[in-house]
């Protein structure tokens, strides 16, 4: 295995013991940000640690079996919970043993197919959080990613708030009036904005993002380029405008939350705000899994401009197996 390889695998899967959960996948969803990387080979050496996903098999830089966002149903464990819908931080497998504490029960009225959202909806109110957007402030969102467009439709919900979401795609206008934000192209920006949030995952996003940003502004970057070098446009007016670039990441809850909020609370939030009809906008049709070999390298290689792309493991009916596909 390598760069710009995919292939499934079966693999024997434990019976739950004591404390644990046996989960049969229903969907699970692709992060077309840190995925991308980790297809590409382009995972620095100096973040193989921390890049590791949790139940993740093998070791940067190859083979390894990644991803973060399954959604299944409980089939052993505690009578309590079998039948129970979850949310597990998985890699692609169709079959399952984990604590089951990692398994985060999805509310009742969220679908299935949307609770594959949560990881990314976890990132965009880390981000909310970290760039401290208040009622009434005016924001530019750099990107309509799913994470770019998770940020403005929370940013949107709060009163009195202006969002425009900044994407070089026009066909991103519709979603985002759709999501309660305006939209510009970047040369059509205004500027001034009280905060702006950079989520495109290009340099040049960035340098957007600096441009739009209004007296002492915060510019919150939520991109993360893996081993790519970038430039910013710090010279001009960004030490004269007093301009503060800060960094997002979901690996810590920010300082101002960390002694009240743990991750577990954090992820039944981000579930919790999954109650949003709005939100199937984001969601592409789903791949099946003997097909995401084929399809999932044309998503990668920018082939395919899609949103959140789901792969459908089984039907939404019970049933037994022993083997899993990762």
């Known amino acids: 295995?390598?760069?710009?390889?995919?292939?499934?695998?079966?693999?024997?899967?434990?019976?739950?013991?004591?404390?644990?959960?046996?989960?049969?996948?229903?969907y699970s969803a692709v992060s077309l940000g840190t995925e991308r990387l980790v297809f590409s080979g382009r995972i620095p050496e100096s973040e193989w640690s921390r890049m590791r996903a949790p139940f993740q098999a093998g070791a940067f830089p190859f083979p390894v079996k990644y991803g973060y966002a399954a959604v299944g149903e409980v089939v052993e464990g505690p009578a309590g919970r079998v039948g129970e819908r979850v949310f597990?931080?998985?890699?692609?497998?169709?079959?399952?043993?984990?604590?089951?504490?990692?398994?985060?029960p999805v509310p009742h009225d969220v679908p299935a197919l949307r609770a594959v959202l949560a990881a990314n909806m976890e990132t965009a109110l880390n981000g909310l959080w970290d760039a401290g957007a208040s009622p009434g402030d005016h924001?530019?969102?750099?990107?309509?990613?799913?994470?770019?467009?998770?940020?403005?439709?929370?940013?949107?919900?709060?009163?009195?708030?202006?969002?425009?979401?900044?994407?070089?795609?026009?066909?991103?206008?519709?979603?985002?009036?759709?999501?309660?934000?305006?939209?510009?192209?970047?040369?059509?920006?205004?500027?001034?904005?009280?905060?702006?949030?950079?989520?495109?995952?290009?340099?040049?996003?960035?340098?957007?993002?600096?441009?739009?940003?209004?007296?002492?502004?915060?510019?919150?970057?939520?991109?993360?380029?893996?081993?790519?070098?970038?430039?910013?446009?710090?010279?001009?007016?960004?030490?004269?405008?007093?301009l503060t670039l800060k960094s997002s990441q979901v690996g810590q809850v920010p300082p101002a939350r960390r002694?009240?909020?743990?991750?577990?609370?954090?992820?039944?939030?981000?579930?919790?705000?999954?109650?949003?009809?709005?939100l199937d906008l984001l969601l592409e049709t789903p791949v099946p899994i003997d097909d995401a070999p084929r399809v999932l390298p044309e998503v990668f290689s920018g082939h395919r401009r899609v949103l959140a792309q789901p792969i459908v493991h089984n039907h939404e009916e019970t049933v037994s197996r022993d083997a899993a596909t990762p």
Do not use: N
Request: proline share 7%; charged share 20%; hydrophobic share 45%.
């Open 88 to 104: 597990v931080l998985h890699p692609h497998q169709s079959l399952f043993t984990v604590p089951a504490d990692a398994a985060v």
């Open 259 to 278: 002694a009240r909020w743990s991750y577990r609370r954090r992820m039944e939030t981000a579930l919790s705000l999954l109650r949003d009809d709005a």
């Open 139 to 242: 924001i530019a969102v750099v990107g309509g990613g799913v994470v770019g467009l998770l940020v403005a439709r929370l940013c949107a919900k709060l009163p009195g708030t202006r969002v425009t979401l900044v994407d070089v795609d026009p066909a991103r206008a519709d979603i985002a009036q759709r999501l309660g934000a305006d939209f510009a192209l970047p040369q059509e920006a205004a500027g001034e904005q009280d905060i702006v949030i950079h989520a495109s995952g290009h340099p040049a996003g960035l340098d957007t993002a600096l441009s739009l940003a209004g007296q002492e502004a915060l510019v919150l970057e939520m991109s993360w380029y893996g081993d790519q070098p970038v430039s910013a446009s710090l010279g001009g007016a960004f030490h004269s405008r007093r």
């Open 1 to 26: 295995m390598g760069p710009g390889k995919l292939e499934l695998r079966e693999e024997s899967v434990p019976s739950p013991g004591p404390g644990e959960v046996l989960v049969r996948t229903l």
